[in-house]
């Protein structure tokens, strides 16, 4: 519990906050700024929180003292109060009011020495709805704020979608985009922003910060993969990887998290030591058993984190190596006939398939086999054709085993 706070106490510490956010405006002191716009990780109860609570009639002091931004101050001061109140819903409200007012004066200022205070407001825009949407859940209502803030950032997106020295932050507001709409389950929306950053004769992608570049690919990485355009979701996600932080581990770790199923889908197998390091080892029988064409590993493996891999999104990618199981398996099987008896190491009778198939607590008629082998000539995973009378697949004597070179199967 706060200790008394007089009035005059109250008075001087808004006071004194209300002068320090001018001052960072007058003298264009964008890093001070941004640090007064920090809501959402602000503890219950602060020096500022408190005088709020002691004061009730700080709007108008805010008004009196700086009107000439009575636009932004009052629900500014109201968003801060709110949140310390844990009202989150009010505080979203209050501090929507605010970014609007804020985002009018930035759009009037000439130079961008307020971008990193504007990407303040777009990171506290989404954090407060996300709480606020929490706090409507709770209360049993609709929530909506996290739409609302999506609507907000775009407009943000456009006064920095522009030629000019502000549309370097563009790439920031963009990512905080992409997190809305991912998390809303409306990840159509981000093909609008995409079209504009990748298309616009005024962005050139590598004038962006690094940090913003890493977040961009992860996520637009993240699309290709629900896409299964596996090689351009290859190449976002390994951009990713290679321009991430080093000791962010738990940033490398999401996008390995992406990076490694569709990895396995092109044919590259991550190593054990890669798996432990990142704590990815919900991977590791899967990778195993496309080593050893283990077909029932892969389903125990698949069925073990199946509400884990549903969650992430990638289960039907990974549900999909099955052919390269099978591929594996033939393989194998081919190996051990070369060995007994080089002259037929082509020939593989489809019996053999379902015994082996058997032997792995898989049942399948010569048909059912049959069927999958077609599928994996098809595919140009194996070489060869089938001989309908003997019920025999007949190997291509020259590479029946092509690689995959990075192609998705």
Known sequence: MAAYLSMGEA????????????????????????????????????????????????????????PHLSDFLPPLLRAIHSHSLRRFGDAYSSFEKAASAFLQEFRNWETPWAMEAMHMVALEIRLLAEKADRELVMSGKNPDKLQAAGSFLMKVFGALAVKGPKRVGALYVTCQLFKIYF???????????????????????????????????????????????????????????????????????????FLIPVKLSIGVLPRRTLLEKYNLLEYADI????????????????????????????????????????????KKIHIIQREKEPSKAHQIK??????????????????????IMACLIYKNLIKGYFAH????????????FPKLNGKPV
Not at 302 to 310: P, W
Request: proline share 3%; net charge neutral.
């Open 11 to 66: 008075h001087r510490r808004i006071a004194d906050y209300l002068s320090r956010l001018d001052d960072a405006i007058s003298q264009s002191d964008g890093a001070d700024l941004a640090s007064l716009l920090a809501i959402s990780s602000a503890p219950a109860s602060t020096p500022l929180s408190d005088a709020l609570a002691a004061f009730p009639d700080f709007p108008r002091l805010a008004s009196d003292r700086f």
């Open 183 to 257: 998390r809303l389950g409306t990840v159509n929306l981000c093909r609008s922003v995409i079209r504009s950053i990748e298309t616009a004769r005024n962005f050139d992608f590598e004038d962006f910060p690094v940090k913003d570049k890493v977040t961009y690919m992860y996520y637009t990485g993240r699309l290709e993969v629900f896409n299964e355009n596996f090689l351009v979701a290859d190449q976002k996600l390994t951009y990713a990887l290679m321009h991430c932080n080093p000791q962010s581990e738990s940033n490398l770790r999401k996008i390995l998290k």
């Open 287 to 330: 990778v195993t058993s496309l080593r050893r064409g283990d077909l029932r590993l892969l389903k125990q493996a698949l069925d073990r984190h199946e509400d884990q891999l549903l969650k992430c999104g990638v289960y039907l990618v990974l549900e999909k190596l099955e052919l390269q199981v099978y591929r594996r398996l033939v």
């Open 350 to 371: 489809l019996e053999v398939l379902v015994k082996t198939l058997q032997w792995l607590g898989i049942t399948m008629d010569v048909d059912e086999v049959e069927c």
């Open 389 to 400: 009378k003997s019920k025999v697949l007949v190997l291509s004597k020259q590479d029946p």
